[in-house]
T-cell receptor, first 112, second 114 residues
Framework: KQEVTQIPAALSVPEGENLVLNCSFT??????LQWFRQDPGKGLTSLLL?????REQTSGRLNASLDKSSGRSTLYIAASQPGDSATYLC???????????FGSGTQLTVLP | NAGVTQTPKFQVLKTGQSMTLQCAQD?????MYWYRQDPGMGLRLIYY???????DKGEVPNGYNVSRLNKREFSLRLESAAPSQTSVYFC?????????????FGDGTRLSIL
């Protein structure tokens, strides 16, 4: 059974800091890995998707990496802003099971 | 650009009542999913439909039924609601044949069972 773990569960940083969110998974036979953002009371917004053959993806101030052999992914946020405050969720998709397995998320607070 | 639309957004039920959560997508996706989100537990898959006419159980299917009405619509039914089913329910859709495409989520249905 695939298990996904996100550390830390919560993180508070001052504005302008660079930060890293961590995600680990137990089964390396993945199709892709997805990072989502969730604002309070809202649905999930896709941030980055890394296919199993890729090592990283970048979008603006966000960079996500994938190391399948070690079962790890990181989401790097550069020059954090208060508007980045949200919960960040990592999820892995296994083609064999046709489903996403989610971590429990990291709640990020960026202080002005 | 509607994407994935869920109705209702909020609902309060009494134990034993039944209800159906509706979901529709306009992206021509083959696959649709129902998740529940509980505090501190992330999202857990209830049921999914890989294509029109097929449905499969996910991680937590007990107490739920689903119907893939057509390619656009995928409904979730609670036959006899229980307090343990108090949660936020999300519907999602995707085209899993394309590995570079993410799942798209609705805004959720917040359900309370008294």
């Amino acid at each position: 059974k695939q298990e996904v773990t996100q550390i830390p569960a919560a993180l508070s940083v001052p504005e302008g800091e660079n930060l890293v969110l961590n995600c680990s998974f137990t089964d390396s036979a993945i199709y892709n890995l997805q990072w989502f953002r969730q604002d309070p009371g809202k649905g999930l917004t896709s941030l980055l998707l890394i296919q199993s053959s890729q090592r990283e993806q970048t979008s603006g101030r966000l960079n996500a990496s994938l190391d399948k052999s070690s079962g790890r992914s990181t989401l790097y946020i550069a020059a954090s802003q208060p508007g980045d405050s949200a919960t960040y969720l990592c999820a892995v998709f296994r083609a064999s099971a046709r489903q996403l397995t989610f971590g429990s998320g990291t709640q990020l607070t960026v202080l002005p | 650009n509607a994407g994935v639309t869920q109705t209702p957004k909020f609902q309060v039920l009494k134990t034993g009542q039944s209800m159906t959560l509706q979901c529709a997508q306009d992206m021509n996706h083959n696959s649709m999913y129902w998740y529940r989100q509980d505090p501190g537990m992330g999202l857990r898959l209830i049921y999914y439909s890989a294509s029109e006419g097929t449905t499969d159980k996910g991680e937590v299917p007990n107490g739920y039924n689903v119907s893939r009405l057509n390619k656009r619509e995928f409904s979730l039914r609670l036959e006899s609601a229980a307090p343990s089913q108090t949660s936020v329910y999300f519907c999602a859709s995707s085209d899993p044949s394309r590995s570079n495409q993410p799942q798209h989520f609705g805004d959720g249905t917040r359900l309370s069972i008294l």
